[in-house]
């Protein structure tokens, strides 16, 4: 290590898995130096929780709560193929690999016993529990202490909450209010923030407004984790708002958490029976599409291993940027990835039943491949032609349409559309089942793997800004999440089996949630059934708007009220200007564009707040997908990294550690600790 009396001091804020990547590659990248060249290097993690699994993560946390993706999907270091091209990685292990160590080694010994009878029931497939995967990501930061440790690196933790962030008066480095900790000072700040708490809108408002006059009960957005579920009386309506993830959260919560038992037997997709504790409320749910998100097909690998895309692939892709044009989704690149999720569908269904088509299966491939392979707009018109000839109507597939599921129809009441839910919940997962033989699933397959290539093609400016916020966040976000971001397999059959055992109910699409002043009661009802519920509960199941512009953390709408901040603009297709969710930032690595125009140095963003310059940033990393697309989150980490050292390295000038001397002293603070 070089001959320095001071450490350059970087404050990472957040202690999630987004915060934990930035340390693993801060720490990669030092320990790639030669020893001569090291600085001296301080980091600190600041967070009320703990290090690794941060808020979302904890390791106390109900074990019904499970992940959204597979064991073989998550890593917050690179793993595997993601490795090419990085600093070797000091801890090194994806979930996967974490898990295998755990359970085929022995190493899995000194975990808690919970943790241990999980493991041991998992595979690559297997959705595990939070809790669990907040575990590995309390095991990574614990090896790299020790990494940290190893090579003279001092790596803390201050648990506590970031409630400001000042420029000094000598305009280098930076000061941080720190609840309980006063005033410190940093070099570098890194923003991991992850979920933060944010205002209500205004129709949650009045609901919650309503709640307070009635005596009701209203439980805002929130981290699952946090909400006490206790508080819905058994057999009591509860209305539920909300059909993603969260609802599963809370459904297993009150069914399995009170005593109630799902008992295997049956066919693909009525394959459990639900039996009662008796301490069960009635849930009573809606979304705007009327249906939860379709499950995850049960695959042995993340994208189905039949899938091959063909037309949207990285050349193609590309292609626009790299002639000077600026793309739109829907001229552009939808036609291209419409093209591979037909082919998926359509090349299933040939293979799984060929008796059905009014062609010969090979006759028919070759006649759609032909239409698929038209490079212009007539390829959707000649594709319909083909798929007319040789496809029965019944085995027809609209890709658009699935956003819809139920149609848009009227129904005959709550018991007409409950049945048309619980058949939708059936055949999706009856589908989920056959895997790799279902042609529905592997058209969504193909949106999914299409979903990694787009991620990279539209980050950082790379799509039209009008498509952006009409085209690809307009229509094709909700499309493809209700398609490819729903839950396990095991969820629509558990809550297809409280369906059949009367415990949930629907109201519909597009549902109107009001009070009845009257009645001092919630009320729930579509336009598509006619049916109203009515509760004294009312939750909604969804995590607070990640909007930086509805924020109510203290650190983050501090700074935009005083200028460090700003968020996004763009400009929609009449000229409007849109405030979008994210922060506006620079280029990678990226720093926040305060409201002056200028990037603030020495202040990196990680994650959630990036929303505006890139598609998807609540995925996680994909283990053994490159570091410029499935594990973009470990790119842009690495990118921060790399900014850190070379400031660390250059003694300061870029707001290193002489600015940071000066803060101290121009603000009475001290250094991080």
């Not at 504790?277 to 599409?289: C, D, I, K, T, Y």
């Not at 549902?511 to 009257?518: G, H, K, L, S, T």
Request: with cysteine; glycine share 10%.
């Amino acid at each position: 290590m070089t001959n320095t009396t001071q450490s350059f001091q970087v404050a990472v804020i957040g202690a999630g898995p987004r915060g934990i990547s930035v340390v693993e590659r801060t720490l990669a990248g030092y320990l790639a130096l030669p020893a001569q060249s090291r600085p001296a290097l301080k980091i600190t993690v600041i967070d009320p929780f703990n290090p690794g699994p941060g808020h979302v993560w904890r390791t106390g946390q109900s074990r019904l709560f499970l992940m959204n993706t597979p064991c073989l999907f998550p890593t917050v270091v690179p793993a595997g193929a993601t490795a090419a091209g990085l600093a070797a990685s000091p801890s090194g292990l994806s979930f996967d690999q974490w898990r295998m160590l755990m359970t085929e080694t022995g190493a899995g010994t000194e975990l808690p016993a919970a943790d241990q009878e999980e493991l041991a029931g998992l595979t690559p497939g297997s959705f595990p529990s939070r809790a669990v995967y907040g575990r590995y990501l309390e095991w990574t930061f614990a090896r790299l202490q020790d990494a940290a440790l190893a090579a003279g690196v001092e790596l803390g933790h201050v648990r506590s909450e970031v409630l400001g962030l000042t420029r000094p008066e000598t305009g280098a480095g930076w000061v941080l209010e720190v609840a309980g900790e006063g005033p410190l000072a940093a070099d570098v700040v890194v923003l991991a923030l992850g979920h933060l708490p944010a205002a209500l809108s205004a129709d949650q408002d009045r609901l919650r407004n309503a709640a307070d006059r009635h005596n009701l009960r209203y439980l805002p957005p929130a981290v699952p984790s946090d909400v006490d579920f206790s508080v819905f009386p058994a057999g009591e309506p509860v209305l539920v708002r909300g059909l993603g993830l969260n609802f599963f959260d809370i459904m297993i919560q009150v069914t399995t958490g009170r005593g109630g038992r799902f008992i295997a037997g049956g066919p693909a997709g009525r394959a459990l029976r639900y039996e009662r504790s008796g301490r069960e409320p009635v849930l009573v749910a809606a979304s705007r599409r009327g249906t939860p998100y379709r499950a995850k097909a049960k695959l042995d690998t993340y994208v189905p291993r039949s899938v091959q895309l063909r037309y949207f692939t990285e050349e193609a892709a590309t292609s626009f940027r790299n002639q000077g044009i600026l793309p739109g989704f829907d001229h552009d690149l939808w036609p291209l990835l419409h093209r591979d999720a037909v082919w998926a569908y359509y090349s299933t269904l040939a293979r799984m039943a060929p008796e059905e088509l009014l062609e010969p299966a090979e006759q028919f491939l070759a006649e759609l491949r032909g239409a698929l392979d038209l490079p212009g707009p007539e390829w959707d018109a000649s594709k319909e032609a083909v798929l007319d000839r040789c496809v029965p109507a019944a085995r027809r597939t609209n890709l658009e349409a699935l956003a819809q599921p139920l149609g848009r129809r009227p129904y005959a009441g709550a018991k007409d559309l409950d049945d048309a839910v619980l058949a939708y919940l059936e055949d999706d997962a009856a589908g989920s089942a056959a895997g790799e033989d279902d042609p529905l699933k592997m058209a969504i397959g193909a949106l999914n793997a299409g979903r990694t290539m787009l991620k990279a093609v539209v980050a950082d400016g790379g799509l039209a800004e009008a498509s952006w916020l009409t085209e690809l966040r307009g229509w094709f976000e909700p499309l493809v999440e209700g398609l490819a971001s729903g839950p396990p397999t095991e969820r629509i059959e558990q809550l297809a089996a409280l369906v059949r055992a009367g415990l949930v109910h629907f109201v519909g699409p597009d549902p109107r949630f009001d009070v009845d002043e009257a009645r001092g009661v919630f009320t729930g009802v579509s336009p598509w059934s006619g049916t109203e519920y009515a509760a004294k509960t009312l939750v909604e199941a969804m995590m607070p708007a990640n909007r930086v512009d509805r924020n109510i953390s203290p650190l983050l709408s501090g700074m935009l009220r005083d200028g460090l901040a700003r968020p996004k603009v763009m400009m929609a297709g009449d000229g409007t200007a849109v405030v979008t969710p994210g922060l506006d930032v620079t280029l990678p690595p990226y720093r926040p564009v305060g409201i002056s125009g200028e990037p603030q140095e020495g202040l990196y963003v990680l994650g959630l707040q990036l929303s505006s310059v890139q598609w998807g940033t609540a995925i996680a990393a994909e283990a053994g997908s490159p570091a410029g697309a499935g594990a973009r989150t470990l790119r842009d980490a690495d990118n921060i990294a790399a900014a850190i050292l070379t400031s660390a390295a250059d003694g300061g000038r870029s707001g290193g550690e002489g600015g940071r001397q000066r803060a101290i002293a121009a603000s009475s603070s001290r250094p991080l600790s």
